[in-house]
């Protein structure tokens, strides 16, 4: 079965600095996407970022950026100058669309918390 | 544009009374939509997947129930609410193509109290 883990329930950064949340999965497809999702205190889940496992191109969305390591089944955020409003719970998550269901699979987060 | 809305957003419930939760989703057309409870400091669980009109799937067996009475409307339901039902619920549909293909998007969410 597939599996998100995040191994960090909680990371603090500096405001301005550079923090990075792990993410690793189980799967043995080829073929499937991950996302960074964030949740503010406001609790609306915001897309961050997306990736296609068969593009070899780490996804970047301004500040976010991501490191895919698909042999390694890691998909790793890195969040650039980081700002005050960063500061919320992030959930990694896996789709597989050709599992012949419609499931996503969250992990269980890790609160990131943006020190001024 | 695809929005997505859900309600209402706080609702505070005596144990044994019923509960909707309404969604829908404006923008699209037979959009996958779903139901997802995040309990106090917890991840998210699926409850309820939907494909299409009148069809529901269930991921846990609950005191809940989901139905899909039109193509972009989702509705959670209770006939009699238990504590543990108290929960952070967020509804959610995926879209099929365009650049964010395969991507899901949630609404605002309900906070539900049971009392």
């Known amino acids: 079965a597939q599996t998100v883990t995040q191994s960090q329930p909680e990371m603090s950064v500096q405001e301005a600095e550079t923090v990075t949340l792990s993410c690793t999965y189980d799967t043995s497809e080829s073929d499937y996407y991950l996302f960074w999702y964030k949740q503010p205190p406001s609790r609306q889940m915001i897309l961050v970022i997306r990736?296609?496992?068969?593009?070899?191109q780490n996804a970047t969305e301004n500040r976010f950026s991501v490191n895919f390591q698909k042999a390694a089944k890691s998909f790793s955020l890195k969040i650039s100058d980081s700002q005050l409003g960063d500061a919320a719970m992030y959930f990694c998550a896996y789709r597989n669309p050709l599992s012949g269901t419609y499931k996503y699979i969250f992990g269980t987060g890790t609160r990131l918390k943006v020190l001024a | 544009s695809q929005t997505i809305h859900q309600w209402p957003a706080t609702l505070v419930q005596p144990v044994g009374s019923p509960l909707s939760l309404e969604c829908t989703v404006e923008?699209?057309?037979?959009?996958?939509l779903y139901w997802y409870r995040q309990a106090a400091g917890r991840g998210l669980q699926l409850l309820f997947y939907?494909?299409?009109?009148?069809?529901i799937s269930s991921e846990v067996p609950q005191n809940l129930s989901a139905s899909r009475p039109q193509d972009r409307q989702f509705i959670l339901s209770s006939k009699k609410l238990l504590l543990s039902d108290s929960g952070f619920y967020l509804c959610?549909?995926?879209?099929?193509?365009?650049?964010?293909?395969?991507?899901?998007?949630f609404g605002e969410g309900s906070w539900l109290t049971v009392v």
């Open positions: 923008g699209t057309s037979n959009p996958n």
């Open positions: 939907s494909v299409g009109i009148g069809q």
């Open positions: 959610a549909w995926r879209t099929w193509t365009g650049v964010n293909g395969n991507t899901i998007y």
């Open positions: 990736q296609e496992a068969y593009k070899q």
